[in-house]
């Protein structure tokens, strides 16, 4: 670790890391709205860990329409999860600039190549999402910035944090409130309780007593030919009820990109038929008489 400290201490004095420094400046050196859902309860003045796990698979045919269509673009799971979850959120909150963290882990530096252990550095992605695109051209955008993010991942995030000068909020994490994770065959496998059978459907199991690091944490695995999905979430922010709307949102959402990822992005549903047809009664009340 002190190896890894000073080895960063010396690169960040070099022409390279000063591209990376200049890239993320100018990434993020404006204000970021926080995402702040619109069935959030009142936040702590200080943050908390409390957190509660929702487990549950994409069907199968989600699991098969998404995967081809990554296919085709020759992208990967991290990037059309991270296109999808900023337009649910973009839904959400109307905000068109959405900020979603991951962790790169790897020596991305062959002066790194014979030190033990894992080194992991945090990106804060940014997106920009215009409503009369198309999904499919957004997802192209996604996959393209992430490439650049990670291009200039060796930059410390937490230097990052010094450089932006941000104004310290004791009640949330800097820069971001999601964390998207997508793991690979094996990896971290005893951080998620799974289903002691995996179960092929809707169906959407709670663990209770699970530490929530972020607002919100999106994990991802690959299991066969599905694709399961881990929602973990801080109970001071946010009820189970809210949180299993969201995952049937998102399974929503999904089915409606896989059938037509050519419609705009403003034109995509995440509701169901039945949220629909409320929301029509909502804002169509009859006359009284």
């Not at 296919?71 to 905000?95: D, I, M």
């Not at 920009?128 to 192209?140: A, G, R, V």
Request: aromatic share 12%; glycine share 4%; net charge negative.
């Amino acid at each position: 670790m002190y190896k890894r400290q000073a080895w960063q201490s010396s690169k960040l004095q070099e022409a390279e890391f000063e591209t990376d420094k200049s890239y993320w400046l100018a990434q993020l050196s404006e204000e970021q709205p926080f995402l702040d859902l619109p069935f959030q309860k009142q936040r702590p003045q200080l943050k908390t860990y409390n957190g509660d796990t929702l487990e549950t698979y994409l069907s199968l045919e989600q699991s098969k329409g998404l995967k081809t269509f990554l296919q085709a673009e020759n992208g990967s799971l991290f990037t059309g999860a991270l296109a999808l979850w900023n337009v649910l959120f973009y839904k959400y909150t109307a905000f068109h600039d959405i900020t979603i963290g991951t962790t790169v882990a790897g020596r991305d530096h062959a002066d790194l190549t014979d030190q033990i252990g894992c080194y992991v550095n945090t990106l804060a992605l940014k997106n920009t999402i215009k409503p009369t695109e198309s999904f499919h051209n957004f997802y192209k955008e996604v996959a393209a910035s992430t490439l650049t993010a990670f291009n200039h991942q060796a930059y410390p995030f937490d230097q990052l944090i010094e450089d932006l000068n941000l104004k310290r909020d004791l009640s949330r994490n800097p820069l971001y409130d999601v964390m998207l994770v997508v793991q690979n065959a094996g990896e971290d496998e005893k951080e998620y309780a799974t289903m002691s059978e995996p179960n092929f459907s809707d169906k959407i199991v709670h663990h209770t007593n699970t530490k929530s690091k972020f607002d919100l944490q999106i994990t991802f695995k690959e299991v066969g030919e599905y694709l399961s999905l881990f929602i973990t979430y801080n109970t001071d922010l946010y009820e189970e009820t809210k949180m299993r709307s969201l995952v049937k949102h998102f399974k929503k959402l999904v089915s409606e990109v896989i059938s037509n990822p050519e419609k705009a992005i403003g034109e995509l549903t995440y509701l169901s038929v039945q949220e629909q047809q409320q929301v029509l009664v909502d804002f169509n009340p009859k006359s009284e008489v």
